[in-house]
């Protein structure tokens, strides 16, 4: 295994020897020999991705790659799969993605059609916008014309308005088989490419979709799935597990529904109850629902399923049915059966599951999700002789993530590799005991004159990560003010090119949110210092957590709150140490890490970097680099 892992990394420039990545290595074979879940925590620097892909593709296995992040994925395909094709012999891979991230050919033949022409010239810029996607689709091959459908093989960005217009999602697609256009779907070929493929990389949206489809062929048959990024799988499955519904998924298909229909009367009432949905959910915004539910929501879901009760009844086959309007009520017909059934769960919530209402005033959602995913997982993923064996892996695995996760009680194995960064030496951990408490008023200011003292110690060059949006623009506001460096923040850019702006100017200062905290690499001189402005606890308002704080009872914060902070803590102080060379400080701008009981569960998810709350010893470093 390491001569494998030598070869496929030969073709990497600076190459360095990392005994942690062979380390994983072996434990990923063993598992899939031994037929055992292998949870593995592979720190900074491992080269986790080749780490477990070396041994699976040299034992001829069948895998599944499933990442979080589009970054992560995007990786996969086009450096790491490549670059062992080219070192350890040729082999077939695959990116699957969700069906509406391809463009639908039956919904283009529609758009093609002369009243569906005449209907977006009317739009303006949309129909501009849908004409060239169009004619993207319409041209397989040509120069400019697409050869997958995949969206992201445009070359400009579609709005999303624009995009919805040529696309179908799982929730309303009747299937190849059923579709007039079906020899042509681009998402059923890429599912023909991905059968065919020894390694297929996938979003862990669309594998948790699939699990909650009971594996409605979304994916091939494999005989190992790796989840990187582990650490969000908890979340996602949650997610896919559950439903959401609000007045504009009803209103879309109210107005889907208007060319299969016998007649429009059926779907304005729905449009109508789906004005009376938004009222009834209004007040809950933010809570979780009650049991029972109160009469004004219970109300608006009955009159919701009685008349989408009569608009399926309309929607029934006619005698004299184009190919446009029956491909138009199958789409319908499919759309109304998950709101139906939706609409019915909502009504009996099962014990083990919460609802709660999000979104905006003028469009909210309620949710629905399992409260614990460990047994859905269980049945659907971990158990069963033709399971295939998980690999679970991240540079930071939460404790206990294998226990929520449902994995067999000893059916799986644990492992830290940890990073080959000589953390003590590159970077040092600081967090300023001198400041007030996050939560007093005094705060905000205060935390505003340290990052600038911070910045000015390290000349620009700095990544500034904050928990919310508002914190974030008013930290610029105060910054730009009083540094000569520029000051970019997340909503300047679209993110690629922000962070390609923020590595290319060294002293430069980029302010972001969450979507910052993981997933950026920005090895180098541009990146020497990391502020995060305070400890990442979830919200204590959030209806899902909270019904998790209730299942556990006692300890709740330290089962729950606490590895969650620990993790996303961990995520962003990540974003400093990318390679042998960089060197920086995390500067935590948070007293509670250094004050608070639970503060040594939170430094102990931490790279082991030296500590310091002296602001001296930390000018002082940065002035060495």
Known sequence: MAQALSRATSGLSGREERPEQVA??????????????????????????????????ALGARVVVSTATKALQDQLAQRDLPLLARCLGPFNFAVLKGRSNYICAQRVREIEGPGEQLFQAELGHL???????????????????????????????PSDAAWAQVSTSGRECPGAAQCPSGTACFADQARRRAAEADVVVVNTHLYAADLALDGAELLPPHDVVVFDEAHELEDIVSGALGSELGPSRVVGLARASRAGAAGPSAALALEDAAVLLGAALRPWRGQALPRPLDKDLSAALALLRERASLLGQQLRPGQDDDEVAGAARQRANKALAGLLED????????????????????APVVRVAPIDVGAALARHLWGGEDAPTAVL??????????????????????????????????????CPLHLPDPRSPGYEA??????????????????????SWRAMQAAAEVVRARVPWTVLTQSDLPKPKLVEKFTADEHSCLFATMGFWQGVDVPGRSLSLVTIDRLP????????????????????????????????LAQGAGRLV?????????????PRLGRARYRWQLVGSLPPMRRTRHRAEVEAFLASL
């Open 24 to 57: 994983m290595a072996m434990a990923v074979a063993r598992a899939l020999q031994e037929r055992r879940h292998l949870v593995v925590q592979a720190g900074t620097g491992t080269g986790k991705s080749l780490a477990y892909l070396v041994p699976l593709l």
């Open 127 to 157: 129909g501009r916008e849908v004409r060239n996607l169009v004619r993207w689709a319409g041209a397989p091959g040509s120069q400019g014309g697409t050869l997958t459908g995949d969206r992201a093989e445009l070359s400009w960005e």
């Open 343 to 362: 609409l019915n769960k909502l009504h009996e919530l099962p014990a083990g599951e919460v609802a709660w209402v999000e979104g905006p005033e003028h």
């Open 393 to 430: 892996t991240s540079a930071t695995i939460p404790p206990g993530l294998g226990e929520r996760l449902g994995l067999p009680a000893g059916g799986y194995d644990e492992l830290s590799v940890g990073s080959p960064f000589a953390y003590q030496e590159q970077a040092l951990l600081y």
């Open 446 to 467: 205060a935390m505003h004159e340290e990052l600038v003292a911070l910045l000015q110690a390290s000349e620009g060059r700095a990544m500034a990560l904050f928990t």
């Open 537 to 568: 606890f979830p919200r204590p308002d959030d209806p899902l957590l909270r019904a998790r704080r209730d299942a556990v009872g006692a300890g709740a914060f330290e089962a729950i709150d606490v590895p969650r902070a620990a993790t996303l």
């Open 578 to 590: 990318r390679s042998r060379q960089d060197r920086g400080v995390v500067a935590v701008l948070d």
